[in-house]
């Protein structure tokens, strides 16, 4: 062993010990704040429901009251809206957390400038946000219960999901639209055109008539679609007609009401 | 959440931590007469100061003279002799690894914004090359060349031969035929179907073996230590030793965990990945290079003893907030948002441990490829530990979940965090094992530039996309190929970012089998990113 045979070894630094300084005050402080800040979010979490959530829904549900129902009027400039889109969203999100009034306000003047019926849009936002409980907001519901497939276009999803803007099924006799919804629909089925090979699920052990009539009725009205009101009367004497069966298929859609 | 389980988890919150403070305050002032006064005693006389910068040309040089600086090189050299083999098998699979990782990664990253890419065969298709890139480079580059570097270390730390290296080359060959086997199982569509877990449980059991074998010489060398006191870095390396092999073994035990248990055994893993295994080795890396190259101590013994036993704490639990808004207990979802919020205490104490360290040294940057590395490395962990705290926040998981914002975060502690702490160990370590300098230090630099515009690329284009991504996607009203579209920027912007980091492998990888093959001169000199100054051919 030479002098050679090791001279990384030989010049290098010796092997690194600790020093004694002490931990800074500050860090201490650091810890003590932490700690009480752990405690006090545990306690804030009593009594919150057991969503387990990350909030998402509640964002979705207030982004909907936030933005009246101007769908139709904005459905043009949507896409190339696309950054004050996301301003808006991401300043609900902050809202959600920090809750700042003037935040909220600034967007709602935000959209007001943008939108041309401004009077029309803030007379629509203050009715569904007191309606919640007396009526039934059809928009809302469709955005939970129906937007992940047909989307909150209306479009659906080519090859997949069939679009409910211009649907002639959805527009015909309201009859047809409650038998889907109710009971679900099963098969191939023709849309604008296009053929879908698919199944919509049963929805009328979850949603009432009430409800099943004003997500109708809202679809029926959204994305340049023009169709009549359905009424919850129409819903019940459906159910009082054919009870609970199973799923439809188109042709016995057509069979029992007729071509749309 | 009710009152009950909220004041269960205050109680156990707060006398785990207290407990946890009291045991550090009794360490640090030798109340188990383990404290700073036995710290000294691995501090070989007149040894300070010495170190491997060419500016300290007018400092007498540290020529072993003395009794008892001969003995201390002679104890390097012990120790580093008898880890050579062992060492350079984990670090070559290690590099090879990092190789075949990359172009993984690189196709996977084509696959986002071209689709159509290499899609004639399925052993190619997206949903195969993301496991294989993803298990390549965790258990292939990152955790052969973390027991490569480990092996390196703890017999020098211990003052003495590596005892049974020849357990660890064993443990490489069959950690090695595990990686082979588990990446085809992955490509024929053989896997366990979890991330990070994909490799079938069958092969799992060759790392476990692979693994033991490596724990079998550590503990035999740490049984014959000279020293009394343990540096801070022989605790973090100890303890990633000792958890890692729990953990995998935990997280793979088959027909265990079904359903949204496994979910959160999965992402309890994944985690604990990052933070019990990979994290200690490169934090412990840095405890050990940075202080070695600079030539001087490491600032606080204190913060070092609360950083260590704060992340062995809090860390475990942190998973969890993967799974924030799923299937499972809103308190177990609470623990974690609160332990990843906790986190900041080790990564605040490391960090001024380290860069305080550094204070009033930074020009030693321009020279030492090790420091550059290291030193870059440990200020990403700062970075990247805080972002995750942040992360798990739920007010900001619900715009960054399940974004590419999570991806950024991901490789800023993986790559610019974990992988330059190890670039900067490989290129002190190599010289030390072959007695042969890196043949040319352009190639370092080059490795660094592209690696580093590489990384900063990818992270930025990710961040600032996944963000955007975030919050588009909680617009109901936004469809959802428009939020598709609007991300491909950054898709490319991660191909670009990627591209680069693959060629600084390549350079790396090239320089590596060079040195191993004497190309060059094999200077007296160490190979800095400067000619030195008592360069005597400059």
């Not at chain 1, 009328?204 to 009101?229: F, H, K, M, P, T």
């Not at chain 2, 710290?39 to 500016?55: L, N, V």
């Not at chain 2, 003495?160 to 035929?177: E, M, P, Q, R």
């Not at chain 2, 991806?407 to 900067?424: N, R």
């Amino acid at each position: 062993m030479n002098e050679h045979d090791q001279r990384a070894q030989f010049r290098e630094a010796p092997e690194p010990e600790e020093g004694t300084r002490t931990t800074p005050k500050i860090v201490l402080a650091y810890i003590a704040i932490l700690i009480v800040w752990g405690v006090g979010y545990y306690a804030w979490q009593i009594g919150k429901p057991l969503q387990g959530g990350d909030s998402r829904t509640p964002v979705a549900a207030e982004h909907q009251q936030s933005q009246p129902a101007n769908v139709a009027s904005s459905d043009t400039s949507q896409s190339t809206d696309t950054s004050a889109e996301e301003a808006s969203s991401a300043d609900n999100s902050s809202e959600q957390s920090a809750t700042s009034p003037e935040n909220s306000a600034a967007t709602e003047t935000a959209e007001t400038e943008d939108t041309p019926s401004a009077a029309a849009s803030e007379d629509s936002e203050a009715g569904s946000g007191s309606t919640a409980s007396a009526n039934v907001d059809g928009e809302a519901l469709f955005s939970a219960h129906c937007s992940s497939c047909h989307q909150a276009t209306g479009q659906g999803i080519p090859g997949a999901f069939p679009p409910l803007a211009g649907s002639k099924w959805l527009q015909a006799d309201p009859n047809i639209p409650i038998a889907i919804v109710h009971d679900g629909l099963e098969g191939e089925i023709e849309v604008a055109g296009d053929t879908f090979q698919g199944m919509m699920p049963p929805l009328g052990g979850q949603l009432s008539d009430a409800e099943i009539a004003g997500v109708l009725s809202y679809a029926r009205s959204a994305w340049g679609n023009d169709a009549s009101e359905v009424s919850p009367d129409t819903v019940a004497k459906h159910k009082e007609r054919f009870g609970s069966r199973g799923s439809w298929s188109a042709d016995e859609l057509t069979e029992v009401f007729g071509e749309h | 959440m009710t009152p009950t389980i909220a004041i269960l988890l205050i109680i156990t919150f707060l006398l785990s931590t207290v407990g946890l403070l009291l045991l550090i305050w009794s360490i640090a002032n030798n109340q188990f007469s383990y404290g700073q006064s036995a710290a000294r005693t691995i501090f070989s006389p007149g040894e300070e100061g010495h170190s491997e910068d060419p500016a300290l040309a007018d400092k007498p040089d540290f020529t072993g003279d003395t009794s008892a600086q001969a003995s201390a090189i002679k104890a390097r050299w012990t120790a580093d002799q008898s880890s050579r083999t062992a060492v350079l098998t984990w670090l070559s699979s290690a590099v090879f690894w990092l190789i075949l990782g990359s172009f993984f990664g690189l196709v996977t990253s084509l696959k986002m914004h071209l689709p159509e890419f290499l899609v004639s065969s399925e052993f190619l298709t997206f949903g195969r090359v993301r496991p294989v890139h993803l298990n390549a480079v965790t258990y292939g580059w990152a955790s052969m060349a973390g027991i490569g570097v480990a092996l390196f270390l703890i017999p020098r730390l211990f003052k003495t031969a590596l005892a049974g290296g020849k357990y660890a080359v064993s443990g490489a060959f069959i950690w090695n035929i595990g990686l082979v086997l588990g990446l085809v199982a992955i490509t024929l569509g053989y896997s366990d179907g979890e991330e990070w877990l994909e490799f079938p449980w069958q092969i799992d059991i060759l790392f476990v073996f692979g693994g033991a074998l490596c724990a079998i010489p550590l503990l035999l060398t740490a049984a014959n230590r000279q020293v009394e006191h343990l540096y801070v870095t022989s605790w973090y390396l100890m303890a990633a030793l000792v958890w890692f092999p729990i953990l995998f073994l935990i997280a793979n035990l088959p027909f265990t965990f079904p359903g949204a248990s496994g979910a959160t055994v999965n992402w309890w893993f994944a985690h604990n990945v990052l933070g019990l295994w990979v994290t200690p080795i490169g934090i412990g890396i840095a405890y050990y290079m940075i202080p070695k190259i600079l030539g001087r101590p490491i600032i606080s013994y204190q913060l070092s003893l609360i950083g260590f036993w704060s992340l062995a704490l809090f860390y475990s639990q942190v998973g969890i907030h993967h799974l924030v808004g799923g299937p499972i207990p809103t308190w177990l979802v609470t623990l974690s948002i609160v332990h990843s919020v906790m986190m900041s205490i080790p990564v605040i104490t490391v960090a001024i441990n380290h860069h305080g360290t550094m204070m009033g040294n930074f020009k030693r940057l321009k020279d030492s490829p090790t420091l550059r590395f290291v030193w870059i490395g440990a200020l990403m962990y700062t970075a990247s530990s805080l972002q995750g705290s942040m992360e798990a926040l739920r007010s900001i998981n619900v715009i960054t979940h399940f974004t590419h914002y999570t991806v950024a975060h991901a490789h800023l502690g993986m790559y610019a965090f974990l992988s330059f702490i190890l670039f900067g160990a490989v290129y002190f370590i190599m010289p030390r094992l072959t007695n042969w300098e890196w043949p040319w230090r352009r190639l370092i630099s080059l490795h660094f530039w592209l690696v580093s515009i590489g990384i900063l690329i990818y992270f930025v284009s990710l961040t600032v996309g996944g963000w955007l991504q975030g919050t588009a996607l909680l617009d109901a009203e936004m469809p959802f190929m428009d939020i598709v579209r609007m991300t491909l920027p950054a898709l490319e912007g991660r191909t670009i970012g990627g591209a680069l980091m693959t060629l600084g492998h390549i350079v790396f990888a090239f320089h590596f089998v060079a040195l191993l093959m004497r190309r060059g001169a094999g200077n007296e000199q160490p190979t800095l990113f400067r000619p030195a100054v008592k360069e005597p051919t400059q």
